[in-house]
């Protein structure tokens, strides 16, 4: 039983420290933008392909894919804030509905250049941390545990203790205060919304030689990316993390315990007992939400 | 804003739409062209059961317009196929059921089915068309214009139980995990009804997992924490089979997997070893192999068709690149019976006789006690094992012959899982 315990809380630290780059992501373009990103789940998509285009079709090393995955997908970001977002920035659902709209587009965009099926993916390394028989830690699993740990350090380095993190963090607080303080919101909106995309980008790419990689895998993670932030409280990038630890533990422990499908509506009700008990999540305040 | 929709326009409209409608239901043959249906999911996560069966067909229907087409009684047709993607989306199966019959003019329409189909059977219902699916759960006595002529799906799974327990008697117990939908269900009945006769004892129940899972660690942690001697995969999508496999793989698992396909093998090799793919049991053989050339195998030139499959589509073989065209197969040789392309008479000269010319030899029209009506077409099939990195035919087994000796396990395992044609809603 213990080893199970212990297999089972490794899965789960692995589960958090991708969902929490994706979850802090969401939260980061929501924080300054105002935008909820439905396409933010294809970012995700979008950083697996380029692990498939670079490192499985170029054969070009791993980690030079994972740096031009979170490139790539963090200038996107830059493209959707000029040519989405920043238009519709007095529109918050106009924002939303441009989203859903990009969703689709990036989708069908992966399936006219990649096809319909899985990509294979090589495996970037086949060793494994053998703690006993039934514990085990793939390196490759260990590598993503550590790239989001390294990763959410630094982000919160940014944030507070550099002059542009505590400009983004005065756009998310008060746009208002903050411009009239000389800050500008168009240069804080496109770093927040490069952070952003880049970090959805690195975990599709960090992640893509252990999921199937496919045109549509980007729904799953948004519907947990969601779970996570409303839990975490909308706005908060402390709340995504530790929600998204929380949610990793619940998610993984019931599914093991009991089954998936329990696990789903667990992790579900979870998000429903947090509405109920504190609508603004457990870290959000009430002007964010 | 003043409506341009006039009362004349309104009686226009009406009145094509009118006439339209009393069109003859089936345009059989359109010139010299017989056009058939093809409504699967073409995107999507499903995809894979889809895709590669439309590329099979291409070349089945260049190979038969090169040796003269389909001969009925009023001539030699080229077969032309329509396609539809469905996005195995039971209101999107509808349209595309509609479109293909009222537009396209199809003759016959094949489908992968499952939760796809209920969305076409008003279609069917109303019009009479002969539908064909890969999952005969789909059948009930109100699918009376539904067949399913080539797999037996998930019937067929018992025959890799039965000859892995009699080949491997020292494997005693096992795990089962799926997707929970309409193709996982009836396939864990099917396994556990199978185990239950093989005498393999199941470690736990069933794990059900939700299909848009993308982490299959912990599935894979529950499923080996008591250390079977086999894991079953079930009906698993490839999305699913290959991460389960890689995690198997890194989590130690050393015992045998079972599982009702494992398409793109070859990756799931490259992605664990071939050591730990060595001895996988399956049910969908590589076409080209030797034992495909015997002489009870209906499938014309079957080697061939994989070779120039490959050739066409490197790397894309899978468990349907072959089945919608042995489809065709049956449909051609019923139309040149009948020497129609009338559903009614295509479907009367198919099940004629109560025998059919399956794929995989002679089979009988069966399913009364199962499905509820005599529409899957039943008979042997292969059991495959992973042998030096290739997919390789074992044995071919009867089912027929399994169910006459365990049939009531079978709709017990059903029943208990409300796969039962009464109980399907």
Redesign the interface.
Known sequence: ML??LA??SL??V??ASYISLIAVGLVLIFGVMGVINFAHGELFMLGAYAVVALYADMQLPFLMAVAAGLLFVGLLGLVMERTLFRPLKDNPLGGLVASIGLLMILQALA?LGFG???E?V??VT?E?I?FS??V?L?LA?LYVIVAAVLLLTGLWYFLKRTRFGWALRASAQDPEAAALQGISITQTARIAMFIGAALAGVAGALTAP???V????G???I?TAFIVIIVGGVGSLEGAVIASVVYAFV???V???Y???I??IVGLSLMLLVLIVRPTGLFGSADRA | MISRFTRRTFLKSTAVTAVSAGLPRFAAAQGNTIRIGFLAP????V??WG?PGLDGCMIWAERINAAGGIKLADGSYQVEFVSYDNEYDPAKARTGATKLIREDGASFIMMLGGDTWPGVQPVADRTGMLFSTLLPSDLSPDTTTLIAPAEVHPIYNVTGVEWLAENRPELQTAVICAQ?DALGLPSIATYLAAFEAAGIEMQDDP????P????F???V??L??KSPDIVCLDTCY???V??IC?QL????YKGQIISCTAD?YD?II??T?REFMEGFVFQFPDFDDPALNADHINFVDPNGFYAEYNKRHPG?WGAVSWEYASIMDLWKAAAEKAGSADPDAVAAAMKEGGKGEHAFGTADWWGTELFGIDNALVGDWPVVAIEDGKATIKEFRSIPAWYAKHGDLLIKHMTAYDQMWNQRG
Do not use: C, W
């Open positions: 080893d199970l297999q089972t899965n789960a692995y589960a399936v319909v099926r899985m294979h090589p495996p086949q494994v053998a028989d039934k085990r793939p699993r252990l999921v199937s496919n045109p549509h895998m729904h799953s993670v519907v998610h993984t422990f599914t093991t315990l089954d998936g499908v696990a789903d | 073409l995107t999507g996560p995809a894979a895709k929970d794990l059900l997992f939700d848009a899972t993308t982490d660690a912990p599935v942690t529950r080996i924490s490839s999305d699913y290959h991460p890689e793989f890194q989590q130690g793109f990756q490259a992605k070893s894309q």
